[in-house]
């Protein structure tokens, strides 16, 4: 009865390296969601996703970020070229359904660009 | 524009007694509110939650009470214990049409309960 994983928990890259931060739902939910949390601050929606599909990336900043929930393995958010302002820590959640539905929280990865 | 507000940064409570965490939001549309507990370094932990066509809901020792017409929510935490002690973010949602999914957090209450 896994909840739900995130892998790497930490993650230190230097400015303009990649990072791939990675999220395995819980069994049984097909809906995942990124949300990003700055020091002081509440989580942030940044994506949506379903199997193979991105239903609303709304909250992703317009360049250098992407997000993918393949068919098989887990989901992926990926930034690119870092900043120091990309440091923060980052949650996948999951839930069985859309809208009205309590979403899982993973244990996030803290991403600190140097 | 924040729309889900949690003005207290933190509160402080003797064990044993109610704590009664507080959180306004702005946006009408909202009409589910879930209370997430996180301790440092973990991901939050879903609480419990309250659909808008209630008032109350019950579950142990946690209670949540909306206000709808104030838009207001609140929860209470009877008795407090020490393991309570913890970061309490209120969010809000919208369970149809357009962005149903997204939840919509406060900054969170930093609870300690005094042994």
């Known amino acids: 009865n896994a909840g739900v994983m995130q892998n790497p928990r930490h993650l230190v890259r230097r400015r303009g390296q990649e990072a791939r931060l990675r999220c395995s739902p819980m069994k049984g939910h097909s809906h995942v969601y990124w949300y990003r949390q700055l020091p002081e601050e509440g989580l942030k929606f940044m994506v949506y996703l379903q199997k193979e599909n991105i239903i609303d990336e709304s909250g992703m900043p317009k360049e250098r970020f992407s997000a993918e929930f393949p068919k098989e393995g887990p989901s992926i958010l990926r930034i690119q070229q870092v900043v120091r302002g990309d440091s923060a820590a980052y949650f996948c959640?999951?839930?069985?359904?859309?809208?009205?539905?309590?979403?899982?929280f993973g244990p996030g990865t803290r991403l600190t660009v140097l | 524009d924040q729309q889900v507000k949690q003005n207290s940064p933190s509160l402080s409570v003797q064990e044993g007694r109610i704590s009664i965490l507080n959180c306004d939001y702005t946006n009408s549309m909202f009409d589910y509110f879930l209370w997430y507990k996180k301790y440092p370094a973990e991901g939050p932990t879903f609480l419990i939650s309250?659909?808008?066509?209630?008032d109350k809901n019950e579950d142990g020792r946690f209670t949540v009470f909306l206000n709808k017409s104030a838009k207001h929510l609140s929860l209470h935490i009877v008795p407090s214990q020490p393991g309570d002690s913890a970061v309490y973010f209120c969010a809000a949602s919208v369970t149809s049409g357009a962005g149903s999914y997204q939840l919509t957090f406060g900054k969170g209450t930093k609870l300690s309960v005094i042994p």
């Open positions: 309250i659909s808008s066509i209630k």
């Open positions: 959640a999951s839930s069985p359904l859309a809208g009205g539905a309590e979403q899982f």
